[in-house]
């Protein structure tokens, strides 16, 4: 079975730094596409960060330069927040499928496995 379980959220002043966790089974090996998204209080959900099981990384314009995703081992994947922004509160997913993510950050319906989210809050 494939889970996903988020960890690392909380709360955190504007400027700071979070650090996101993934953790993956049941899907780490051959080809994948895990993302991170985030939905807002009356907000569609929206794809903050992707990565491809050859390595490849994308990001959402507004992160770019701010957040960093990568895979800490086969199973734990990072999501390093640094210069957060009020804009960046919001539940946090993280969500994996058995397919390259492609030339962007798949839309939420082209991922079938979702973990329950981690709460980011920025003031």
């Known amino acids: 079975d494939v889970q996903l379980v988020e960890s690392g959220g909380g709360s955190v002043q504007a400027g700071g730094s979070l650090r996101l966790s993934c953790e993956v089974s049941g899907i780490t090996e051959g080809t994948n596409c895990i993302g991170w998204f985030r939905q807002a209080p009356g907000k569609e959900r929206e794809g903050v960060a992707a990565i491809d099981s050859d390595g490849t990384t994308m990001y959402k314009d507004s992160v770019t330069g701010r957040f960093t995703f990568y895979k800490d081992n086969d199973n734990t994947l990072t999501l390093l927040m640094k210069s957060v922004e009020p804009e960046d509160t919001a539940m946090y997913y993280c969500?994996?499928?058995?397919?390259?993510?492609?030339?962007?950050?798949?839309?939420?319906?082209?991922?079938?496995?979702w973990g329950r989210g981690t709460q980011v809050t920025v003031s």
């Open positions: 969500a994996a499928d058995y397919h390259l993510c492609g030339i962007a950050i798949p839309l939420q319906g082209h991922l079938g496995y």
